[in-house]
């Protein structure tokens, strides 16, 4: 059975290869592919205020280290960030029967940035029960034009804050444009 929260990367996947060559000590050539993902969800906090946002990152870096990020920002009234880096060694999962590749780490990524907010939730709304959407928390894939709102609202201040952090070229190729747009203008009629 599939789960809803599956990062599986849909077919409009965002994927870039990068090969880098370099001269090893033998003078030979060793070509290291690099990779990088991304994703991004809306999360419903409270029934009537904006939603967290959440990225997920999956990349290999030429060392040979798989690595994820979970960035969650979250809005206002108790606006705050949770940023983490995830990391395993190829060797670690040499005899597992599970591959580490990108969907591996994008669902680790994805369960700590569930992690996140089930802890915001419970730091800041465990008296304030009746605010909480019903059900489960509910992660919501989103696309770039979410975050493009956000940001002519003047309400995507962390995305400097994910832009400086991730490791991800994928990510921060992704925002770098965003973070250019003006704001909306607004006037009374």
């Known amino acids: 059975m599939k789960?809803?929260?599956s990062v599986a990367p849909p077919n409009s996947s965002i994927e870039r290869t990068v090969k880098s060559r370099f001269a090893c000590r033998s003078c030979q050539t060793l070509e290291l592919r690099r990779y990088s993902v991304h994703r991004v969800y809306a999360a419903k906090i409270t029934q009537f205020g904006?939603?967290?946002?959440?990225?997920?990152?999956?990349?290999?870096?030429?060392?040979g280290y798989h690595k994820a990020e979970s960035f969650c920002?979250?809005?206002?009234?108790?606006?705050?960030?949770?940023?983490?880096?995830?990391?395993?060694?190829?060797?670690?999962?040499?005899?597992s029967p599970v591959e580490?590749?990108?969907?591996?780490?994008?669902?680790?990524a994805l369960a700590q940035a569930r992690i996140d907010i089930g802890l915001h939730i419970e730091k800041h709304?465990?008296?304030k029960a009746s605010l909480l959407p019903p059900g489960e928390l509910q992660l919501q894939e989103v696309g770039p034009?979410?975050?493009?709102?956000?940001?002519?609202?003047?309400?995507?201040?962390?995305?400097?804050?994910?832009?400086?952090?991730?490791?991800?070229?994928?990510?921060?190729?992704?925002?770098e444009p965003i973070l250019s747009l003006p704001?909306?203008?607004?006037?009374?009629l």
């Open 125 to 127: 709304y465990t008296e």
């Open 3 to 5: 789960s809803k929260y």
């Open 145 to 175: 034009a979410f975050i493009a709102h956000l940001r002519v609202r003047m309400t995507a201040d962390f995305l400097w804050d994910v832009k400086d952090k991730t490791e991800c070229e994928d990510l921060r190729a992704a925002i």
């Open 73 to 95: 920002a979250f809005p206002k009234p108790h606006d705050e960030q949770a940023f983490f880096r995830l990391r395993f060694d190829d060797k670690s999962f040499k005899d």
């Open 100 to 108: 580490l590749n990108d969907e591996f780490m994008l669902e680790e």
């Open 50 to 63: 904006p939603p967290a946002v959440v990225f997920v990152t999956a990349y290999k870096n030429a060392g």
């Open 183 to 188: 704001a909306i203008s607004r006037s009374p």
